[in-house]
């Protein structure tokens, strides 16, 4: 409830629920008990976003919203969230929401009521796009005939034609491209609206595209919407366009035939429809016209068993009988020709890297995922979504092995230990991304960083190495010094995560655990804890509340009372406060846990902190008095 503050906010509960649940009668008995001057401020309040009028029009409620913006005054261009579809849709007007929801006496009664046509949500999403998105032909034609604008791009460059395309709603689209819409018009990242009705397998509408001189351009991938349709899998828009004279080339029908074979094997699972595929492109290279061979491999990737791809004809025939060599065949391919940039390129290797441990096959998952990872740290920028993902699905992987390891599960393979030099190569790739995420995050103005990323990225990395603590009494002298050294690396970059939490904060906190379904490591972790203090981690860092790591170590109710004293032992001042005036035995008292129980106070309590904490007690002046060294430790005190 952002906008008012009743003494009894229970109250606004009954107008709320009256225009969720369509209760007019309710919401009219409510309304008419109120002062006149109490209405507006009603109806302008919101609950979790949503005004009563959104919350009335996203579903449908007609009498309710009549009777909030007749009798009630509600403003018809208020905005706020709704979710559709489990996604929230910030900045919603309630046009928009009725457009989207399809309630076609709703965007008469506000279009009546003088709501702006063209409004936008937060994302620059207009009604008529809404209403394109799900199909709703009707209310589409209502708008244009109201004056809506069909070429109004949301902030990705989508405009109503490409949505109606990849959602396949052709009347929309012929109506669309009737009124003169642009069949060329290119989104942020160059596809056009012939790439959607690739990508969703809208044959009708692509050809109705074509028939008004659509292009076949490529995207910021360098994608055709011939490639769209090989790498989504729909076959029958390849063979369309392939067949279509002087439409494309011989290498780029080779190129999508070959490609579609690659999809089959790893998205469809249809060795034999691939290989016929694989075939046809090679009748297509071969064709007693123009040969066109394929290109001269340089080299051979490691991860995927140094396979070759097949050059000639003959060799096709023996793939059948191997279908390890077809799916590294499928990668190899697609690499070619997608490039390392396009994210399907990584995806399905890291995809088979899952199916192999599916399989019981740890060593070969961990190669291809590996491979992946270093695709993605050249080709993406730092902290890239898929790039976490990538790390996370490491760090689950070795938290199953670690906790399994040993064991035989259904799958009937032996899980194997977790080799130190796979767990530590991905702990310093992922030391890298803290290191390039931080310094992308520093060139940003204050005001424009966002943490969220960085610090999902450095809770991963924390993981990896409380992981590798596990390992530090089997290690070797070299292995120990190569731990330690990528430890220290990730303590000196000096990175912080929300709140300005430390990696020290972070490793005696519990609410930084990882989200996962195998939990080889647990936060708080004296372990991890005790390697980033003998590294030169800052026992006595503060985050934005003032909050120490000895702060952090007492925040949770089943404590560790391993990890204050591994803290203590390392320096933590015990008297240090938070900018709320609390030490650590203050948050413990507050549960009923005495600090005696866990150290002897008086072990970890010198001289300088007891002077200090006099001078704060009775509040006496040491500013310019003490060396100015000195100011802020008096001031922690």
Not at 54 to 80: P, S, T
Not at 325 to 336: G, K, N, S
Not at 433 to 448: R, Y
Request: aromatic share 8%.
């Amino acid at each position: 409830m952002d906008n008012l503050d009743l003494e009894d906010p229970s109250d606004l509960n009954v107008v709320f629920n009256s225009a969720r649940d369509g209760n007019l009668r309710r919401l009219k008995g409510y309304i008419g008990d109120c002062e006149q001057d109490e209405i507006p401020m009603l109806v302008s309040a919101r609950n979790n976003g949503a005004t009563p009028l959104l919350m009335a029009c996203r579903n449908g409620h007609f009498d309710v919203a009549e009777y909030l913006i007749e009798h009630c005054h509600a403003d018809i261009e208020q905005r706020g969230s709704v979710v559709f579809d489990g996604e929230t849709i910030e900045g919603a007007p309630p046009l928009w929401c009725a457009a989207a929801a399809g309630h076609f006496r709703l965007v008469m009664l506000l279009l009546n009521h003088g709501a702006r046509v063209n409004s936008t949500t937060r994302s620059n999403s207009t009604p008529l796009r809404a209403a394109c998105y799900d199909g709703h032909y009707s209310i589409v034609h209502t708008l244009i005939e109201h004056g809506a604008d069909f070429e109004i791009a949301n902030r990705h460059g989508h405009t109503c034609l490409m949505i109606a395309c990849y959602k396949g709603h052709k009347a929309i689209a012929n109506f669309l491209v009737s009124l003169g819409a642009d069949v060329n018009r290119r989104s942020v990242k160059g596809n056009t609206a012939l790439h959607d009705c690739a990508e969703s397998g809208s044959l009708d509408i692509l050809i109705l595209l074509l028939s008004h001189n659509a292009k076949m351009d490529v995207d910021s991938y360098g994608m055709t919407p011939l490639l769209t349709a090989s790498v989504t899998g729909h076959a029958h828009v390849v063979q369309y366009l392939i067949e279509q004279e002087n439409l494309v080339s011989q290498k780029e029908k080779v190129d999508a035939l070959e490609l579609l074979g690659a999809t089959y094997v790893d998205k469809k699972r249809d060795m034999v429809g691939a290989l016929n595929y694989w075939k046809s492109a090679m009748n297509e290279r071969y064709n007693g016209r123009n040969e066109l061979p394929k290109p001269f491999q340089k080299s051979t990737v490691e991860a995927y068993d140094h396979v070759k791809e097949i050059r000639e004809p003959h060799q096709l025939d023996d793939l059948l009988s191997d279908p390890d060599e077809m799916r590294m065949q499928a990668l190899v391919i697609r690499e070619r020709i997608l490039g390392p940039a396009h994210p399907d390129t990584s995806y399905y290797v890291r995809f088979r890297g899952a199916f192999y441990a599916d399989t019981g096959q740890f060593g070969r998952c961990v190669s291809l995922w590996g491979y992946a990872l270093d695709m993605q740290q050249r080709m993406l920028e730092p902290l890239n979504p898929m790039t976490q993902s990538s790390f996370f699905s490491f760090t689950e992987l070795f938290s199953y092995m670690m906790g399994e390891e040993g064991r035989i599960p259904a799958r009937g393979r032996r899980v194997p230990p977790v080799s130190f030099n796979d767990l530590i190569t991905v702990f310093d790739k992922a030391v890298k991304e803290v290191e390039m995420g931080n310094a992308l995050v520093e060139k940003l103005p204050a005001a424009e960083r966002d943490l969220t990323y960085l610090h999902r990225v450095i809770v991963i990395c924390l993981h990896l190495a409380c992981l590798l603590t596990r390992l530090l009494p089997t290690l070797s002298e070299a292995e120990s010094f190569h731990l330690h050294k990528s430890t220290y690396r990730l303590v000196h970059l000096g990175v912080r995560g929300r709140r300005g939490r430390s990696v020290l904060h972070l490793v005696c906190s519990r609410d930084s655990a990882l989200v996962g379904r195998y939990p080889a490591c647990q936060f708080p972790s004296p372990a991890l804890a005790d390697l980033l203090l003998t590294v030169g981690a800052d026992v006595n860092a503060k985050d934005e509340d003032g909050n120490t790591p000895l702060h952090a170590s007492g925040s949770f109710h089943d404590f560790s009372q391993h990890l204050p004293r591994i803290l203590l032992a390392h320096g933590a001042h015990l008297d240090y406060v938070n900018n709320y005036g609390n030490t650590l035995e203050d948050l413990l008292a507050k549960r009923g846990q005495p600090l005696n129980r866990i150290v002897n106070p008086m072990q970890y309590t010198r001289l300088t902190c007891l002077a200090a904490r006099v001078i704060q007690k009775h509040k006496l002046q040491y500013v310019g008095i003490v060396p100015k060294s000195l100011e802020s430790f008096v001031q922690n005190h």
